[in-house]
């Protein structure tokens, strides 16, 4: 071999192998990729709701611990303040949330009935998950199979106790099944919000919540999808686990978590929901969507053996938090705060402070200050299952903010004497104050660790954005604003809550405020639109349009046609529009494009401009919409009073063309109104009594042929079908022109719907295909009218002719 080619295949070996070398070290990065927390929502102890209430509630002196509820019957039946009573709890105080029994199942497309038999936690959580996109600027259509993981930390499902502790089983239902189900749970958010990700249900006890966030993580980082839902829930609505625990003696007796204290006595407990969206942090910069705090790492193990199942193990804590900060390529001695698990044990507390010292405390090489800890289960009680997903979000706002809350007050007085405190590099602070400014960067962690052995941690910075490439548009003009709900009742709601938005908002923040309005939304059957060019004025607008105008629900998309007469004022309408909206133009495009782009259907025909009017949309046949005017400066306004008349015709409209200079995703505005109502079923009355409130079983006699009326026309037998399906939903009344599946129908509720048919007309083989097509509840009704009739008349004359013949 000569020596030019042995110099050319050592070039060739050292290419193939710097390739090499970059592709290990892009799967390597991917396996430690951050993320980002790209919104939250939240319902918590305390009456907290939003996250800006969560913040305000953890800089207070407030707590959310209270007494039983008054619909919690069973808690309070089985207090008794003397521990140790076989069968008896000692606890009459924890974190309860507010309302749990109330909910909107239409917005959910379930019916009333179905909502009484679905644990209160999987209600909460369609809420929380809607208002999570919602924040994150996602709009969530159902049939577009958003690419969307659903990862769940739940360990109770005490509803149910109610429907199954009876002799009597007629109570049990279809529902009953999916109603309580732990995987249910999960799956009842993909099925409802249309998601196509992985959605699984995380059980290890306190540190469910946390774990689902590992299983998240990973999931993103391996592409399995594009979202990640995580969430978190908790509610006490049985006895037996209370007083299984107070059996136990691991409650505390004045219902509260004292952490690190000498005074930890036992956990206090609490309920709540909390559900985070995230997203690779990359993908999130490319949509623009508002982070609020970045997840660099987590991790998952297991005490192993240990010298009990529910005794934590310090070197198993150790080994968790240090492999968290490895996952996430963080030095521990840059972490400023850490959220503990601190349930305010005599036996806990003393083990996790010692793990922690020794990993991110004197253990971290080259600290500048100590380790600040605490933990909100001091606030509001230990969530259990979603305690990860509280203390998490407490997190996110302290990065965001700046700002390490109080742990403990003055009055909670002195530390746990079992932590030898001089010789660690921990702090419990007693004042909120800034951030350290020993730390270059704004890191932090958390810590769960299940009764179970399962042991999670993760690490989150503080969100340095990337410098804004053009600037916001301050300038006066023109701006659109669209809402819309699925009642009456919730636009209203949502128009005055966005209006008092709006009044307060400068000029960026409310081009940033109507674009989120418009893409981040999803469109619904009642809709508004107004147009303004200022907030007060855009706030005056949305008043007037629901209190003065209310709204209709919205027929099919309208019928538009566009007409041009070409000129120069043409032209300049054109660059008015690029100056206003940088993106709505492709080089070369016209009019008829533009509106292409922004999801308008424009037809082909001729329309008649009157006078000045250079270039208009005719909707239905009729209604005239300019857009080019003799002034072509307000093109951008005649654009916006256009589609916003489109939208509230029942348009589908393409919005993110729309977007002005410099206008952001802003993650604090309002979200969706649900209009609840009561969807609860009360406790099973003790044994003996009878009765019950249970979900009614439908009885199903055998038909008496000879007793079956004849169906005389299709509007009878509509109004049976009506009625009945009502009665089965337990609505109060069906909107017809939404589909089956809409109302809350489903293969439970079209069984119901057959059996009836043929016990009422004796009419079998009712075509069951009918349910399943998206059509509206008037032409269902109308298809199996006219199907039950014609059977009738069939059955009748062959009754008939053989009758003949036999005579």
């Not at 003696?249 to 006595?265: I, N, Q, V, Y």
């Not at 083989?765 to 269902?780: A, C, G, Q, S």
Request: aromatic share 6%; net charge negative; proline share 6%.
């Amino acid at each position: 071999m000569q020596l030019e080619e042995i110099r050319a295949l050592m070039e060739d070996q050292l290419r193939l192998s710097r390739t090499l070398r970059n592709r290990v070290r892009e799967l390597e990065d991917a396996r430690h990729s951050p993320l980002a927390v790209v919104s939250v929502a939240l319902r918590l102890p305390g009456g907290v709701t939003t996250p800006e209430q969560y913040w305000n509630f953890l800089t207070s002196d407030a707590d959310g611990l209270g007494p039983i509820p008054a619909d919690r019957p069973g808690l309070r039946a089985v207090h008794d303040p003397q521990p140790g009573r076989p069968g008896r709890s000692y606890v009459d105080r924890a974190g309860f949330l507010d309302g749990i029994g109330e909910f909107d199942p239409a917005f959910f497309g379930i019916s009333q009935r179905e909502a009484e038999a679905i644990d209160p936690q999987q209600r909460l959580l369609l809420e929380t998950s809607w208002e999570a996109f919602e924040r994150a600027g996602i709009a969530v259509r159902r049939q577009e199979r958003l690419d969307a993981g659903v990862f769940l930390g739940i360990m109770t499902s005490e509803y149910a106790e109610r429907f199954a502790g009876r002799e009597d089983k007629s109570a049990i239902d279809p529902y009953y099944g999916i109603g309580a189900g732990h995987s249910m749970a999960a799956g009842r958010i993909s099925y409802v919000m249309g998601f196509s990700g992985p959605a699984l249900s995380v059980d290890t006890a306190c540190s469910s919540s946390l774990v689902a966030l590992h299983q998240a993580t990973q999931s993103l980082r391996r592409e399995e999808c594009r979202y990640a839902l995580v969430a978190g829930s908790n509610l006490l609505i049985s006895a037996d686990l209370m007083v299984s625990l107070c059996q136990s003696r691991a409650l505390a007796p004045d219902g509260r978590s004292k952490s690190f204290t000498a005074a930890a006595d036992g956990y206090g407990r609490g309920e709540g929901i909390g559900t985070m969206v995230l997203m690779r942090l990359a993908d999130a910069e490319a949509e623009g969507r508002p982070v609020l705090a970045v997840l660099r790492g987590t991790a998952v193990n297991h005490d192993g053996a240990s010298s009990g199942l529910t005794v934590p193990n310090g070197p198993a804590q150790q080994q968790v938090i240090r492999a968290a900060y490895q996952d996430a390529r963080v030095d521990p001695a840059e972490v400023g705060w850490v959220e503990a698990h601190g349930t305010g044990t005599s036996l806990g507390d003393p083990i996790e402070a010692g793990a922690l010292d020794a990993v991110v405390g004197s253990g971290a090489k080259g600290r500048t200050a100590p380790l600040a800890i605490g933990s909100v289960k001091s606030r509001i009680g230990h969530l259990e299952a979603a305690a990860g997903l509280a203390g998490l979000i407490k997190v996110v706002l302290m990065l965001g903010h700046g700002v390490i809350p109080a742990a403990l007050s003055e009055d909670d007085g002195e530390l746990n004497s079992f932590i030898p405190w001089q010789r660690t590099r921990l702090t419990v602070p007693r004042r909120s104050a800034p951030w350290p400014e020993a730390f270059a960067r704004r890191v932090a962690g958390i810590s769960a660790f299940g009764m179970s052995g399962t042991n999670a941690h993760a690490v989150l910075e503080a969100y340095e954005p990337v410098p804004a490439t053009g600037a916001a548009d301050t300038e006066a003009g023109p701006e659109l604003v669209v809402l819309s709900a699925r009642h009456p009742d919730s636009l209203y709601q949502l128009a005055v809550g966005t209006a008092e938005v709006l009044e307060q908002a400068d000029r960026a923040r409310l081009h940033s405020a109507c674009h989120t309005l418009r893409v981040g939304r999803t469109a619904f059957e009642y809709r508004i639109a107004v147009t303004g060019a200022t907030g007060t004025e855009l706030a005056q607008a949305l008043r007037t349009a629901v209190e003065q105008h209310p709204a209709a629900p919205v027929g099919e998309a309208p019928a538009v046609r566009l007409g041009v007469a070409e000129g120069p004022q043409l032209a300049a309408a054109l660059e008015a529009l690029g100056a206003t909206y940088p993106g709505l133009l492709q080089a070369g495009s016209g009019l008829r494009e533009l509106l292409v782009g922004l999801g308008i259907r424009v037809q082909s025909g001729e329309v008649a401009l009157p006078g000045g009017v250079h270039a208009a949309l005719e909707v239905d046949g009729g209604t005239l919409l300019p857009l080019v005017g003799a002034d072509p400066a307000r093109t951008p306004e005649l654009l916006l009073t256009a589609l916003g008349a489109l939208h509230t015709a029942g348009a589908e409209l393409r919005w993110e063309a729309l977007r002005p200079a410099g206008a952001e995703l802003l993650g604090d505005l309002p979200t969706y109104a649900f209009r609840r109502r009561r969807c609860w079923v009360d406790e099973m009355p003790p044994a003996g009594t009878g009765g019950g409130h249970g979900v009614e079983a439908q009885e199903h006699g055998t038909p008496d042929e000879e007793a079956t009326p004849a169906a005389e026309s299709t509007r009878e037998v509509e109004e049976f079908l009506r009625a009945k399906l009502a009665e089965v939903l337990r609505a109060d009344e069906l909107d017809g022109t939404r589909p089956f599946a809409e109302v809350g129908g489903d293969s439970f509720c079209a069984m119901q719907l057959t059996i009836a048919i043929e016990d009422e007309y004796g009419v079998e083989d009712v075509p069951l295909d009918h349910f399943l097509e998206e059509i509206p509840l008037d032409e269902l009704f109308l298809r199996l009218s006219t199907f039950v009739v014609s059977s009738v008349s069939v059955s009748e004359a062959s009754l008939n002719k053989d009758l003949e013949q036999s005579a």
